[in-house]
């Protein structure tokens, strides 16, 4: 049971070669299984970025999510419990996307799948995956 980060979820719709062998296994197993999760935040990230023009995309963000959800992704909501958890994350930076995605990871017992360093560094009790790797 796995939770893509924003980017994995980017790399592998895009079909970018910065995802992993390992990570494409994982990915795959959990698509075979129907457990492989998005976080709907990631979405929010996704709409975000290209409303300020950091990302291009030849779909508009709600049809990009129909796109991903239609490769066998569940979407995961931001529930109450998911944002107290996301506050209460201690030794990590301040973006409410990183906290809200690993406090997903973490609640719904998932293994994420990510690049950032400070996710994979950080020393709470997180499951997780280079997506590099």
Do not use: C
């Not at 994995?8 to 910065?18: E, M, N």
């Not at 390992?22 to 999760?37: C, Q, S, V, Y």
């Not at 996301?86 to 609640?107: G, K, N, T, Y």
């Amino acid at each position: 049971m796995i939770l893509v980060d924003t980017h994995a979820l980017l790399w592998l719709v895009t079909g970018h070669s910065r995802l992993g062998p390992k990570a494409l296994e994982l990915i795959d197993m959990a698509f075979k299984d129907r457990a492989g999760h998005v976080s709907a935040m990631s979405f929010w990230e996704i709409a975000m970025l290209t409303s300020k023009d950091r990302l291009e995309f030849e779909y508009p963000p709600a049809e990009w999510r129909r796109i991903s959800l239609d490769r066998g992704f569940s979407e995961l909501p931001v529930t109450g419990d998911i944002g107290i958890m996301a506050v209460e994350i201690a030794d990590f930076h301040a973006d409410p996307a990183d906290r809200i995605i690993m406090a997903s990871a973490v609640l719904n017992g998932l293994t994420l799948i990510t690049a950032d360093r400070r996710m994979l560094d950080w020393p709470g009790q997180l499951r997780r995956h280079d997506a590099r790797l």
